[in-house]
């Protein structure tokens, strides 16, 4: 067994702080909380970040870069998207010095290095057991909140049958690179895999691959595929997330007009580019945006063509949209903004030499020309199999109440599900990877307290969070609001070093941050605990993490 190591004298740790120290060659996160020092790893396990460069909040260390939550003094996963709890390590007091024993089989790993299961600690989870309960529970989606679910079901001690049933053709992955490191090629494609195979196999998670549901009778519980018998289920979940929209414009499917929602969406999109000199992108989304810097990154000429007058004006307001713009222009991005598509037809570059054919994007007053064209137009929830159900609205999404149940024994979660947003006090769809895992985790332990007496369902009340990265702009996004009276900025929009607060109803109810993770992380605990700083607190001038600390 290794010896204890001294990293720091008790001195260089008031109470409520945190740092980063090495033993024998191990980064270690060195915390001191209540007078008690606690040693775990260094890293999150989701990409790695250096958790001292998030914030505490008594023994809760939120990450910096997308917010995962974790208890310095367990270890415990608290919130995702980070997939397993840290290793903890052995902490000894001798007079001054502070001793940490890190065993011989603690992972090496730093900043932005590759994340492996080795290096943090799976949760425990239950046995199968058929003879102990015999219920099948279906997870209709194998996404962000599907995924979610299956681990939490798992980890709360569900021992019966439980299946995840997807149209895709592979096992769970992270959909949020596709548009980001994978499109722009730093990104492989093992590292998509949200666990590898054998994770679900060995904790008894079946998971049906190309199986496209049909149909779910809410009153006999039953589903359709369009392959196979029905399946009865005892409580199912629908998470089946949303399905890209087509622009309702003549040309809209012709060959070379690519959507980019799953795996092969992308491989679809890489291949085309591939010999390609110049991409149309129809839509200042996020996900539009967002592949145009991966694909600007791969040497092509990109256009980007929207109805709105700055990029994510609706979500972030002008201001800060625009930051994004200007980021977009510098690395040479054209854009055609406040504009309408008449239609998309194929050209020829010079048709007296029959050249290669192209796809020409006409707007009202001018024409973009383009040899892939790609549309990023937003999402409708993939529910179509529950037209008619009175749950279902008329937009797809699929109400639910608190504790995110549709109808008995019936819970949908992530992009399709419209749910009392406990701050806002109204029903919100929100699509959002970590929320729709929150959603998961939470689902979970409701669908286990359906039936059960012994078990309390809880209300769902988490902070959502987004988080985009473009043309070496990082945004980090805490809270929601769809309506603002205000948005109060401090810091410099030129430099890309500011808080955004957004104002409505005299109160902040979302705040966006570029290059400054701290400040962000600090107001997604006070925003979840319900004290959020007042407007006037923002226009004086604030320091979040002061706040977090004052907050006690």
Known sequence: MPDFVRVASTADLADGEMRQVQADGTDVLLSRVDGTFHACTAFCTHYGAPLATGVLDGTTVVCPWHHAVFDVASGALCEPP????????????????????????????????????????????????????????????????????AEALRTEGYRGRLVMATKETRPPYDRTA???????????DGALRLRDGAFYESHGIEV????????????????????????????????TGGAPRRLPVKGADLDGVLLLRSWHDAQALIDRVEGAAAVAIVGASFIGMEAASSLVGRGLDVTVIGRESVPFEDVLGAEVGRVFQDAAHAKGVAFRLGADIERIETVHSDPDTNSPRRLRVVLADAAVEADVVLLGVGVTPATDFLEGEAF??????????????????????????????????????????????????????????????????????????????????????????????????????????FVAAYVEGGAVRALAAVGRDPAAAAFHRLLARGQTPSPDAFRAGLDLRAALRDAG
């Open 208 to 239: 049906w691959t190309d199986r496209t549901v049909t149909g779910l009778d809410p009153d006999d519980r039953t589903v359709t595929f369009d392959q196979g018998d029905p399946v009865t289920y005892d409580v199912a979940l629908v998470a």
């Open 392 to 497: 279902r609205r008329d937009d797809g999404g699929v109400t639910v109440d608190t504790h995110l149940r549709a109808a008995p024994g019936l819970f949908a979660a992530g992009d399709v599900a419209v749910f009392p947003e406990a701050r806002l006090g109204q029903p919100v769809r929100i699509e959002h990877w970590r929320l729709a895992q929150q959603h998961g985790r939470a689902a979970a332990h409701n669908m286990l307290a359906e039936g059960d007496p012994t078990l309390t369902p809880a209300n769902f009340d988490r902070v959502p969070f987004f988080w985009t990265g473009q043309f070496g702009v990082s945004l980090r996004y805490v809270g929601h609001v769809e309506d603002w009276d205000e948005v109060i900025v401090d810091g410099s929009l030129d430099d890309r070093d």
């Open 82 to 149: 980070a997939p397993d709890a840290l290793r903890t390590f052995e902490v000894r007091v001798d007079g001054d010095d502070v001793l940490v024993r890190v065993p011989d089989d603690a992972d090496v790993h730093g900043k932005g290095a590759p994340y492996h299961e080795s290096d943090g600690a799976t949760p425990p989870m239950a046995d199968v057991d058929a003879d102990a309960d015999d219920r099948l529970f279906l997870l209709v989606g194998a996404g962000a909140a599907a995924e979610a679910c």
């Open 178 to 188: 596709l548009s980001k490191g994978y499109l722009g090629g730093s990104t492989g």
